[in-house]
């Protein structure tokens, strides 16, 4: 399983593994203690392939830090999320030497050390894009949809409905016979 599925939720420890959406939001089970929860709408949930951390040149996705911290432990775990802030930033600086200082702050690390821990003990090391975007020269190659042009019609006025109506009506009450106002007499 790639991190497409795999969920962190504010206000609940650990990471979480997508299951399944029921009519309020979804199912979800944790990679902790394997219990699974409802997650509604009111939670704030974020996809681990969609987090990046700032370097200074650009922005690194997250699952590529995870594989630089993947092939520096030879695939076990790392040092433990508890450590001091100058280790979690030591550490981090020898994985991503660009990361920018100002914006990534002690916690963000400790989650990055915490997530990636917690993924290992699981087994997810799958740390690759789970669908890969279509180079330019596939997207010149998929067919484009034809739209096919909608008659338009314009749209009929209520004035016209309305004095019709109205004459009818006027023309009831008299008794008379039941004549729109746009019909010529004969």
């Given at each position: 399983?790639s991190l497409d599925k795999v969920l962190a939720i504010s206000g609940k420890p650990g990471l979480y593994q997508l299951k399944n959406r029921t009519r309020n ?162």
């Amino acid at each position: 399983m790639s991190l497409d599925k795999v969920l962190a939720i504010s206000g609940k420890p650990g990471l979480y593994q997508l299951k399944n959406r029921t009519r309020n939001g979804f199912l979800a089970t944790s990679l902790l203690d394997g219990k699974t929860i409802n997650v509604g709408g009111h939670h704030n949930v974020s996809l681990l392939s969609e987090i990046a951390i700032y370097t200074l040149k650009e922005e690194v996705p997250l699952r590529e830090v995870f594989k630089l911290i993947f092939e520096k432990e030879s695939g076990k775990e790392t040092i433990s999320h508890k450590a001091s802030k100058d280790e979690l930033e030591e550490f981090i600086f020898t994985i991503l030497p660009e990361y920018d200082e100002d914006r990534v702050y002690a916690s963000d690390i400790k989650k990055i050390v915490q997530w990636y821990n917690i993924l290992v003990k699981s087994g997810l090391t799958d740390f690759s894009k789970a669908e890969e975007e279509p180079t330019e020269s596939e997207k010149e190659k998929a067919p484009v949809k034809e739209l096919k042009e909608t008659k338009k019609t314009t749209p009929k006025t209520t004035a016209n409905k309305t004095a019709q109506s109205s004459a009818k009506a006027s023309s009831a009450k008299k008794g008379g016979p039941s004549r729109s106002a746009s019909s010529k007499k004969v």
